[in-house]
């Protein structure tokens, strides 16, 4: 991964990251910044999991990358919800 692709994967990551929290149902127990920390966490590992798999370079914009980095957000974003919830239980 170039350095290039960590920048761009860091801006993806702050929309993903809010865009996961606008996907999940119900109030998410999370501040914005632990929101976006996953988004970006996310589209960093959806990247190398894109890469892995054979399709993070395809011509035009790689909407395969983009929906597994959202779905990684969602998942992370719910995770993290979950255990924050638990621990103010």
Do not use: C
């Not at 119900?26 to 890469?51: E, F």
């Amino acid at each position: 991964m170039e350095i290039t692709g960590i920048f761009t994967a860091i801006i993806i990551g702050l929309i993903i990251g809010v865009l996961a929290r606008v996907i999940l149902p119900g109030r998410q127990n999370i501040q914005v910044w632990l929101t976006v920390v996953v988004g970006i966490a996310a589209a960093l590992i959806g990247t190398g999991v894109a890469a892995f798999a054979g399709y993070a370079h395809t011509p035009g914009i790689d909407w395969w990358e983009l929906i597994t980095q959202l779905v990684l957000a969602v998942v992370g974003v719910g995770l993290v919800s979950s255990m924050r919830s638990r621990k103010g239980s």
